[in-house]
């Protein structure tokens, strides 16, 4: 399935629960810190969405 990341500014991090503010961070649920960037790009490109998740009990909208 893949793990939460946080990507801000093109700096992939674990997520720890970091607030994405969706201009220029992201929370993203990928395999890999590369796979989190490709999937941020085709976010920009129109070809993903976000969607809600819960993480930790706290709900995060994230792009899959």
């Not at 590369?34 to 709900?59: C, I, P, Q, Y």
Request: some cysteine; proline content about 2%.
């Amino acid at each position: 399935m893949g793990i939460f990341w946080y990507v801000c500014d093109g700096r992939v991090e674990t997520y720890c629960g970091q607030e994405a503010d969706w201009s220029g961070s992201f929370t993203v649920l990928a395999k890999s810190p590369e796979d989190a960037l490709l999937k941020v790009m085709k976010f920009h490109l129109g070809k993903l969405t976000s969607r809600g998740a819960v993480h930790d009990g706290k709900n995060i909208r994230v792009i899959f």
